[in-house]
């Protein structure tokens, strides 16, 4: 067990035990990823750090149910994803969010590409349509498998593929016009 | 393979998802076909930059906030006007103001930057004004002779109805303002304030 | 009224209805004209009543008659959108603006209705509905694809008994009253004091259900992984779900009571004030089930 991964183990069965200084600790060390989920999930700064805080402290209500069975940034993250997809779900019509896309990506010309730049990413992200930047989030960018993007979500895991493979798409395109 | 059905498979390359078969077919016919491993590299390169992607810091240190959150802090001073009651959480604006600004020009409202004062002066409506109670009963007097009765009683009684729960719930929250599920109830109904106004335009 | 989503400058054929001088006291209306069966139909009336019914034919037929202070009624289209529309003076008084329309369209056309007052009533659609009112009230029968309801004061009936097929649903309505009933997959509905009743006849997988002051009754069975979000302010919930659900249950509520037959009782959850909270599974915690109530009762309840 490397030094850092004992050091946040210590960490955490303190805050598990009503340590709060030791909950900062796990909330400087994950803080900038919870965040950066929700600012690019939700496109929108002050409700990003409202949900960030939220997370923090259900984590904190949750820390009981933590068994160290995972790393401990998995099981938050967790925590975040579940919120997340709360607050965008309390947005309004989720109906248009969970059906698959209507025109599933048939490549006709074959595009020649180069590397992207940090920034373009970024905006290409946000541009994209909320249900296929969400999967691309969850998958590519967070690691989650699509059964799991599924079962988080509610959508079928048919249409997880295909909103990767739609946002895959339309992000190259995006990037190389 | 054709390129249209390699590219088709590309994908469930990267992600391990092809039978041995495929795998084969689509490598066959990528180490024949430049533009095809060019897309290749393309897709690798997007999810490693993907993968890569860093955290963001938030624009002010949230810590202090959550810290009330979960300890709640102790008694304030009772000189009732020097500090801030810790205790009294700060109401947020849930409801995106200038997608409200926006639809008030939508439904046709005075311009939304002024108001005449009764000796005729303009006045600057501020942002605070524009809350979708305000907007929603602006659009319903402007309306009010267009609309069913029925509906217009609708509306004015659920709004009060809205508005009641949401002082219901500010005045709970600052009995436990640590209360997570208050919270989301707030912004429940501030979002159901915010359809309201929507659906009214579109009536 | 949606006067933005007409289209007045589509392409095609106007039949103008031609409107003789006012004699008597309605003036019939008998057109028909070419729609494809995946075309769509625009509707705006004012006033009066709608019935709409689906029929195998690439045609839309409008028969019905409409009041002597209707201006204009416009119905045309190009073959693959047709519309009808009642234009009238909006400033004027409207007692004679009616148009009672009963109109036939293909079963699998897309629909689009927009009235003030008028109820609109609609059977044997498969396609897409967005039917919008504002006191009128709406009536669906079938299996549409989807349907998108929108009403101030009217209400919303749905009755898809033998909707298997997985109707997607979303109703929004301030004071109406909803009732969907056989409805299946994804369902959503928000009021104001209007109160929600909902049965599923299939495994319902989304559904996602609030009012501030009106009630919410829910009976369904879920499917594997289903999702259900209820919230209310003070209007009670009642849940009735088949004795061998598969579920994880969040239930909150911070001054109401809740009526649990499917295990434990709500723990207090807070100790500087009131509320209530109840965590637990049954069966093998596979759906998810959220309510929150501010003052409204919750009731689980094991069919």
Redesign the interface.
Known sequence: MDERTSEERLLVERASAGD?PA??GL??AH??????LC??MLG??QQ???L???I???A??RLGTYRGESRFYTWLHRVGVNEVI?AL???????DR??APGDL????T???????D?VD??RAIGGLPPVARMV?LLY??E?YRHHEI??LT?MAEGTS?AN??RA?RL??KA??P | MTCRETLDHLDDLIDGRLAAGERQAVRDHLAGCLPCSRELAALRRLQGRAAELPGVTPRRDLWPAIRDRIEPSVEPAGDGGAGTNARLAPTRRWWPLAAAAALAVAVLLPRPGSRSTPDGRATMRTEADATPRVLLLETLEARRGELPAESVHAIESDLEILDHAIREIEGALEISPQSRRLRLLLADRRQQEAELLKLLARA | MRHARLTTALIGTALLAALAAPAAADRPIEESLELAADGELQVEILSGSLVVHGWDRAEVRVTGSVGDDVDDLDIGGDGRRAWVEVDGDHARSRHDLDADLEIWLPSTARLLVDTLSADIGVSDLAGELELGSVSGDITVSGSPSSIEAETVSGDVRLDGADSRSGTAVAVETVSGNVQLHGVGRTVEASAVSGTIEVSAVAQVHDIGLETVSGGVELEAALAPGARVDISSHSGSIVLRLPGDTSASFDVSTFNGSVDNDFGPPAQRVDRFGPGKSLEFSTGGGDARISIETFSGDVGLKRQ
């Open positions: 709060v909950f900062e909330y400087r803080v900038d990823r919870i965040h950066g600012l690019r929108d700064w990003a750090e409202d960030t805080q939220e923090f402290v259900k904190w209500e709360g779900r309390r947005r309004g019509r989720w109906q969970f059906t990506p048939e490549p006709s074959v595009r020649f590409t180069e590397p992207a940090g990413l970024e691309f590519d960018v690691g599924a079962e509610g593929k990767l493979h895959r992000l190259r990037l190389h």
